[in-house]
């Protein structure tokens, strides 16, 4: 048998401010978690996953690619949130061969995600001035299409609800590496303001799959930059989850369930993104 000669490099763009005002008590700001995009490589090919947020982040990730000096063909974006991908035209502009692909339902994500009602409600107050006006889709994968990096199959998994709708994992057995988007928060406090109890049942179904794929490594979508790469993660974001869970049936408000996490998980990271998934439940 060949041996594969794969190989994988990480990005992390740091978490950032943004202009969200509901800030919980021992916050003075909201901000945005770390993110992290993933690239696949071998000799002659490259596969990038999730090509992040603004253009600072592309121009970072751009400057990243060229000191790797790893080929570039290939982007695969996990899922529809616009903080994986709307530097993907930055991407594209200076590397106009690459190819950029998604599942199809992830590419409807993607449209709505970047409609000008969502851009103009959400994303641009968001994060004002820094969104690329250079927003490109990517093109939607067929039923027997197969992507692959010099030659070793790397397979998209259908995860459906994790942090949001139409979700994705890649997994690459050559590495035995699972680039899990948002299915996994590593160190990392969840985004679980878009998942009703049925999407938190449906988030640890997704968490079956993965652990399913038996990876050795797994590249969380949102990733504290000091943490490591192991699959252990898998088990730690399904024990927040039920945290979470257990929770919302012993508190009564938003301030009650935060603390609850936070003495549960009080070294995870952005605590701002807690507070929104308490919000979310409590009002």
Same mark, same amino acid.
């Given at each position: ?26 916050? !003075?700001?909201?901000?945005? $978690?770390?993110?992290? $995009? ?27 690619? $060229? ?31 690459? !190819? ?19 851009? $103009? ?78 999407? !938190? ?83």
């Amino acid at each position: 048998m060949k041996q594969s000669t794969l190989d994988y490099a990480v990005h992390i763009a740091a978490g950032m401010p943004t202009t969200n005002p509901d800030v919980p008590p021992d916050l !003075r700001v909201r901000d945005w $978690s770390p993110t992290t $995009s993933t690239l696949i490589f071998g000799e002659h090919q490259g596969l990038l996953v999730d090509p992040l947020f603004t253009r600072a982040q592309s121009a970072d990730l751009l400057d990243w690619l $060229s000191e790797l000096g790893k080929p570039l063909t290939s982007i695969y974006i996990t899922h529809g949130h616009g903080d994986h991908w709307f530097g993907l035209g930055e991407i594209l502009s200076h590397h106009p061969s690459a !190819r950029a692909v998604a599942l199809p339902e992830v590419v409807d994500e993607m449209r709505l995600q970047s409609s000008p009602e969502v851009l $103009s409600s959400f994303w641009h107050p968001l994060v004002p001035d820094q969104i690329s006006s250079n927003i490109v889709m990517a093109n939607p994968l067929a039923d027997d299409e197969e992507v692959t990096v010099d030659g070793n199959l790397v397979i998209p998994i259908r995860l459906d609800h994790t942090d949001g709708d139409n979700t994705t994992c890649l997994h690459v057995p050559a590495l035995e590496l699972v680039v899990a988007g948002d299915a996994i928060y590593n160190n990392v406090h969840l985004m679980l303001a878009q998942s009703d109890a049925a999407g !938190r049942q449906s988030w640890l179904r997704a968490l079956d799959t993965v652990e399913a794929l038996n990876p050795s490594r797994i590249i969380a979508g949102h990733k504290d930059p000091a943490s490591d790469d192991d699959p252990r993660h898998i088990e730690l974001t399904r024990q927040y989850i039920l945290d979470f869970e257990a929770g919302i049936r012993t508190t009564d408000t938003t301030l009650a369930l935060y603390d609850f996490m936070v003495e549960r998980h009080p070294d995870r990271v952005n605590r701002g993104a807690l507070w929104g998934s308490c919000r979310a439940v409590k009002g």
